[in-house]
């Protein structure tokens, strides 16, 4: 059984009486160990299907199945457990929070966790010095650039240790080399066996996925693992 | 790292909004421990003064021709000629069924004598008791200690121009005037003070009292029933209980314990709403926030819990201060409120209770915030930039 699996999943918004089917019917499987990358046109339900996998946000019908658990099933407060334990989220917008340094924002998701408070903070100093940016931790996110602050965004998805990494357009809003630098870190992390699902309309970052998910109108156009497109290139 | 530690951090890295919310609090906490602390000095005072007045029954005879008034009290009609009082009735007093409760009984006899060109009222008591008893007196020089003392009222020292050590005669005896009364600013004033059995003589009513003071110190006496006990030992005379001048004041009182419950209400009503509305924007405005929170895998539960711990830290400090300040301005509006110097009681349980009431408005004020906070759907409070 694979590690992540869709299975027809459908997702329709209904906002001002307007329906729009945001997802109309996935279904794919994601091995452990992979860095998918997602993408397709704005509007084309890329966040819509990493929110449902993240367990943000309830399908209009299908299911999420994780390492055995289907998400759907859990309630509302058990799936904020399953986030906890199983996922590390990156977003575009960094989503910092203002008012907590570097280090508390990375010690964030174990903030309700029974560990020692050193602990802890052995923790966030571990990852924060993965990410290159130990010598950052007392600082606030205004104090720090966009590349720092999308690295302090990694060190938070990582510090728990989660099976899955999802990140949303994490080199949106960086300029080219930060990204490079941002893909780089992920490549690292998915070499050293972490798995990764990425959103990204940015085709330049594509080399780094080892299987791109095309979605067109709430469905996945096109299924390409890096291995079949290496094979078209040589064919 | 904890959710105190997030709570906390929030509050000290958002100043200005955590002061409008204590701000906001404070003020209701402040007006209620201040009326309550207000109101509370005064019954103290009330208390203090009914208590130094010793004597809470006052007996008298039963005549209407003249009024009398003593201790500020309407004695109903009492005149100076009238029928006396037997002194040997008086034994009867100690008899009565709540007789424990007597704490002590001041017999006293009045009249009317020339000194020089003046009239004076001459007030001959048992010495021992009755200046045991006027605690609040306060004499320049010495209490009366025998029959050829006198201590003389401020007024009528004042009207004689009488000082502590003066030889005076009346009715051709010559007495010492051994002290002088401070200004009582009550019957006392206008008082020629003596001993009993003097007084009985030169007023030639040997063996008869004017009016009996009794006093039943204690908090919780059951006065009204002594009165009447009293009564029934001691018929053809006019007992009555001085409580009715107490329960007149204990009226106002109440009224003005009233109308501060309300004013304190209607503040504190206020305060909960400045918190209410401030959490609500607090909230919407950490909508996104709150998505991360629950992204990161807070259940409803910590959010609701960070958010409670927030407003029950601002509200404790909101308490402390709101207490503090109640405090401070009950100790600046009291003296406005009594002629003579009350004490402001620091009161530990008022302090409790301040504290506790800031906590209970916070919380309440603050629930339905967090409970919305808590429900918002991740993804929708992610979206919202
Ligand atoms: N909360 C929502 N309410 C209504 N419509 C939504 C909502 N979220 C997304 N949509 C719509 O669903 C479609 C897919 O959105 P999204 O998943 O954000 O696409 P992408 O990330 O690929 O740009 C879009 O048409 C978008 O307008
Ligand atoms: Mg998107």
Redesign the interface.
Same mark, same amino acid.
């Given at each position: 059984m694979s590690f992540v699996q869709f299975s027809n999943l459908h997702k329709v918004y209904n906002s001002d009486a307007v329906e729009v089917k945001a997802l109309d019917g996935i279904s794919v499987e994601i091995e452990e160990g992979a860095f998918v990358g997602v993408m397709g046109p704005s509007g084309s339900g890329k966040s819509t299907m990493l929110?449902i996998l993240?367990g943000?946000?309830h399908p209009t019908e299908g299911a999420v199945v994780v390492d055995g658990i289907d998400l759907y099933q859990l309630n509302?407060?058990k799936r904020?457990? /399953? !986030? !906890? @334990?199983y996922?590390g /989220?990156v977003?575009q917008?960094f +989503?910092l929070?203002?008012?907590?340094t570097a280090e @508390?924002n990375v010690?964030?998701?174990?903030?309700?966790k029974k560990i020692h408070?050193r602990q802890?903070?052995e923790m966030?100093h571990s990852v924060l010095q993965r990410v290159g940016l130990g010598h950052r931790a007392g600082h606030?996110p205004n104090q720090l650039s966009g590349g720092e602050q999308e690295r302090v965004a990694i060190a938070?998805a990582l510090v +728990?240790e989660p099976p899955l990494i999802l990140a949303d357009e994490p080199t949106g809003s960086l300029d080219t080399g930060t990204s490079r630098e941002i893909m780089q870190l992920l490549s690292v992390l998915n070499k050293e066996g972490q798995t990764i699902v990425m959103v990204t309309h940015n085709d330049e970052v594509r080399s780094y996925f080892d299987r791109t998910l095309l979605l067109r109108d709430g469905l996945i156009a096109k299924d390409v693992c890096k291995r079949e497109e290496l094979y078209a290139r040589v064919g | 790292m904890k959710l105190e530690s997030i709570a906390f951090n929030n509050l000290r890295r958002r100043k200005s909004r955590m002061a409008f919310l204590v701000l906001g609090l404070m003020i209701g906490v402040a007006t209620v421990v201040t009326l309550v602390s207000l109101s509370s000095a005064l019954t103290a005072d009330i208390q203090h003064k009914m208590e130094n007045y010793g004597a809470n029954i006052l007996i008298t005879p039963r005549s209407d021709n003249l009024s009398l008034s003593y201790g500020g009290i309407t004695l109903g009609g009492v005149s100076v000629d009238s029928t006396e009082i037997q002194q040997v009735d008086l034994e009867k007093i100690m008899m009565i069924p709540n007789n424990r409760n007597i704490a002590a009984v001041a017999p006293k006899v009045l009249g009317a004598v020339e000194i020089g060109q003046e009239r004076v009222m001459l007030m001959g008591v048992d010495i021992d008791k009755e200046f045991h008893l006027k605690r609040w007196w306060s004499i320049d020089g010495l209490a009366v200690t025998n029959d050829r003392q006198l201590v003389a009222g401020y007024a009528v020292a004042q009207k004689l121009g009488l000082q502590v050590g003066n030889k005076i005669t009346v009715a051709g005896e010559e007495f010492q005037i051994s002290g002088v009364l401070a200004k009582t600013g009550s019957q006392d004033d206008q008082l020629l003070i003596g001993s009993l059995p003097m007084a009985q003589q030169l007023l030639n009513k040997n063996g008869t009292v004017s009016l009996v003071e009794v006093a039943a110190l204690c908090s919780e006496c059951p006065v009204t029933d002594m009165v009447k006990q009293i009564g029934s030992v001691l018929p053809g005379v006019e007992v009555s209980a001085i409580q009715q001048v107490v329960k007149t004041r204990m009226h106002s009182l109440e009224q003005f314990r009233t109308f501060s419950l309300v004013i304190a209400g209607v503040v504190l009503l206020i305060g909960a709403l400045v918190v209410f509305v401030t959490m609500m924007g607090a909230v919407n405005e950490r909508t996104r926030e709150i998505g991360i929170f629950r992204a990161l895998g807070f259940r409803r539960s910590h959010v609701m819990r960070l958010i409670l711990m927030e407003s029950s830290a601002v509200s404790l400090l909101a308490g402390l201060l709101g207490f503090l300040t109640g405090m401070g301005a009950t100790e600046a509006i009291l003296p406005f409120m009594t002629e003579q110097e009350v004490k402001t009681l620091w009161d530990p349980a008022l302090g409790a209770g301040a504290i506790l009431l800031a906590l209970v408005v916070g919380c309440i004020a603050s629930f339905y915030p967090a409970l919305q906070a808590s429900r918002l759907d991740p993804t929708e409070a992610l979206r919202s930039l």
């Open positions: 929110s993240g943000l946000c509302s407060e904020a457990d /399953f !986030r !906890r @334990e996922l /989220f977003f917008a +989503n929070i203002p008012y907590l @508390e010690m964030l998701p174990l903030a309700v408070s802890k903070k966030a606030l938070r +728990n | -």
